[in-house]
């Protein structure tokens, strides 16, 4: 019998709580709303993991939580990398329109400081060709390239630094299909070439099913359904992630 090997954590989320306070103006009185309410999982090395929830079930709070940028919650959250890289959902507002694709990629360098002029220029380069970029969009800004340049370049930007971790918010949602099987097969040769993790947040199961091992289905804040990608579109147990199943076109011919 084969050994099973264990890969070790990248990620660590422990009964992750957070909620808001809204009013009730007819009536007077406060209501706490619960956003997230008893997240956990685990994210391993090499492993792309799909977060998957209509609009309003805590993705995106879960997400900003992770990244750092949510002031609090209750529960902890441990990073066994440094803090992920991020892909944005929207190509078009994710870069700076005033700046030229060489600046927005050498300026995480310049940040890291390691390098110098010549090396964050050589890296830079190195970089757009892995994305499928040449040399030239170097002087282009991002108003003069199509929706999936423009996420080529997010998508470097995020790797330019060379992380282990990315989280990928949504990152095909706004690109027509043939465009979004481009950038999931980039995505997918990256995580290959680089040993990457993704936590890949979408409200669509079959793009998920495309890239991912695992999936999360979350429901108002709370995780309903969890399991390898094959099982769940197989054998869904929660009645919400039925729901989504049969909703989505058979993934298998995509």
């Known amino acids: 019998m084969a050994e099973t090997v264990q890969k070790n954590k990248i990620l660590e989320v ?10 009730h103006s007819a009536l007077g009185g406060k209501k706490l709303q619960h956003v997230l309410h008893d997240v956990s999982f685990d994210l391993y090395e090499g492993e ?39 892909i944005f959902q929207d190509p078009y507002t994710a870069l ?4 030229t694709v ?3 990629l050498e300026e995480p360098l310049r940040v890291y400081g390691k390098y110098d002029g010549a090396e964050r220029k050589r890296r830079i380069i190195d970089m757009l060709e892995q994305v499928g970029l040449s040399e030239e969009y170097l002087n282009r800004r991002p108003s003069e390239l199509s929706g999936g340049q423009r996420q080529r370049v997010s998508i470097a930007a995020a790797l330019i630094v060379r992380p282990r971790f990315i989280v990928a918010d949504e990152p095909v949602s706004a690109l027509d299909v043939t465009i979004q099987a481009q950038i999931l097969q980039l ?5 290959e070439k680089f040993g990457l993790s993704y936590l890949f947040i979408s409200h669509d199961l079959n793009v998920v099913y495309q890239l991912c091992d695992r999936v999360i289905v979350m429901r108002k804040g709370v995780i309903v359904e969890e399991g390898g990608i094959d099982t769940i579109f197989a054998a869904p147990q929660h ?9 989505s076109d058979n993934p298998k011919i995509l």
């Open 187 to 191: 995505l997918a040769d990256m995580r």
């Open 239 to 247: 009645p919400y992630t039925r729901e989504l199943v049969e909703a």
């Open 102 to 104: 060489g600046w927005i």
């Open 96 to 99: 700076n329109p005033a700046r």
């Open 48 to 86: 792309a993991l799909g977060l998957v929830g209509e609009s309003g079930s805590g993705k995106t709070t879960l997400a900003r939580a992770i990244l750092g940028f949510l002031p609090s919650y209750e529960g902890t959250i441990t990073h066994y990398s440094k803090r992920p890289q991020v």
């Open 14 to 23: 422990r009964n992750v709580s957070t909620s808001y306070t809204i009013r």
